[in-house]
């Protein structure tokens, strides 16, 4: 073969090298999921807390003005912005466990649909049309298993500011004054026809979910439960199934959203009506109701990179961070950031871990697994430049020639 020969056979291989990495990099830039731009319009709705939803524009510099807020959001994606968004709102003590749902207002014509729906998202219809609440939500997919069908929302946002006593609406204007987002709730659950409801451009159904809550731990059928509202402890309990024979029905464990733990102690028929206050004892969305075995102490496991991993024995769930100290904390070279649970259901979660505010729990049973944290092996990566310099020198060389 010429040298000619090689030289052209050379080319053809960085262009070929070329073109695969600027494939790779448009895909990376172009990418399904859309990235927000100075200049687009956002539609952000806090779901039961109308007051605060609000239509605002993404400034030259990226950001947003939000109640007092003054938030980065070009190149996110919106269930990027929806975490910026709830987590300002937390800091400001504005919202509790606030629920959002950030929009784009693109120019092409479309409605949004979200929440408890199988497939949520925008969905094109004719300027000069709109279509009724319920064909909105079969554009969806139609309502998930988990689904409030009583607390259906459609949203509004309008250029002209609405006055009206409606007592099932709420209209409420963003800081200009000059534009009004107006928030109607509907029960799918009723006999009556809701076939007059229209879905117009630009309109945002969002379908609620329900509450979850767990009952873990000896109860004959142990799991997720879905409800309107809240859910008294009697009530959760027969749920459940009862009682198995080696619950101990005197220590049952609260553990409420925050992950502290509440500890019951109460007699065989104390859980049926109230507390020692006489108040209702309830569980609310997020929270869980474990009932220990009267006979043993089961384990937690944890593995991996923590100082002394093993099975230990505990009397009933704990927090993440206690887990981790009761293994002797993490090992030098231990992934912090995140972790594997394996539940005792066969279910894994990969969870990013926070320390001093993580309030995830593990239960009797469940396996932490603690992996090896990402170290850059500096050798290979230098020989792999050199051999790069290398080729690089070859073909100027062979070019040059």
Known sequence: MSSLQVIHKTSRHLQAIIILLLMLKTVALFGDVYRIRNGDNLLIAVIGQPEYNQSVQVRDDGRISYFGGDLKVTGMTTEEINTVISEFLLKEELVNNPVIMVSLVSQENGIYVGGAVKTPGRYVISPESDIDLYRAITLAGGISETADVK?????????IKQTGNDSESKNISDDSGDSTVKVEIFDLSTD?????????????VY????NVIEVQGEVKTPGKLFVSNNISIADALARAGGFTQEADMTALVKVNRDGTLTE?????QFWRSADKNGETISLTDGEVLFIPNAFKVEPIYVTGYVRTPGSHRVRGPLTLQKAIAIAGGFDKDANRAKVHIHRNDGTTIVHKFKPGIDSTILYPGDILEVDKKF??????????????????YLVINLTGD
Not at 193 to 204: A, E, H, Q
């Open 151 to 159: 607390q259906v929302q459609l949203i509004r946002f309008k250029a």
């Open 192 to 204: 009556q026809s809701l076939g007059n409801i229209r879905v117009k451009v630009n309109d945002l």
């Open 207 to 210: 379908v609620q979910q329900l």
């Open 264 to 268: 019951l102690s109460v007699s065989e």
């Open 375 to 392: 170290l850059i092996n500096w050798g290979i990566v230098s020989t792999a430049i050199s051999s790069a310099t290398a080729v690089i």
